[in-house]
């Protein structure tokens, strides 16, 4: 079995604005990148992110970001490395704009080792991209950041 996993969920927001707030380093660092974000996601580059509960920044390769639509992103697994290489997996936002003006955002992720290591990262990164999606939502919704104080 290949870990791989899809999450789902409505921003009652339109797509544009759902869009930025992961494209722009400062609205992502109000929600999710606890430590910071830096650099916008566009495609080709290489951006920073940094999680103050989980410490290190992360550098995060831009493979597309078609605005409005989709970015997809590659990034350094958290599972044990095979040798000196670590694993990178692939990491898909869609954005979907709906009738009633909300935004569908959906996040998938995939490329881990089909062992025990890649299953326990897959399923703590389904953990992360769920938190943040519902960390999105407040934010974009209510301006309230659900991450602070969580993990400390």
């Given amino acids: ?8 969920g409505r921003i009652d927001r339109p797509v544009e604005e759902v869009y930025e707030a992961v494209a722009n380093p400062d609205q992502l660092s109000k929600y999710f990148t606890t ?3 830096k650099g916008r996601v566009e495609t080709g580059a ?18 597309e970001a078609k605005p409005h639509e989709r970015i997809v992103l590659r990034w350094d697994s958290d599972e044990d490395k095979d040798g000196d290489v670590a694993v ?21 992720e995939e490329g881990w080792r089909a062992d ?6 897959s399923f703590g990164n389904c953990q992360g991209w769920t938190q943040m999606l519902c960390s999105m939502k407040a934010w974009l919704e209510h ?9 400390a």
């Fill in 46 to 63: 290489v951006v920073h992110w940094d999680f103050a509960d989980f410490p290190g920044e992360f550098p995060v390769d831009i493979v």
């Fill in 1 to 8: 079995m290949e870990p791989k996993f899809s999450i789902a």
């Fill in 143 to 151: 301006g309230i950041t659900l991450r602070a104080g969580f993990y």
């Fill in 88 to 108: 990178k997996t692939t990491v898909t936002f869609g954005f979907e704009s709906l009738a009633d003006g909300r935004t569908l955002v959906t996040i998938s």
């Fill in 116 to 121: 025990e290591s890649g299953l326990q990262a």
């Fill in 35 to 37: 430590g910071g974000a």
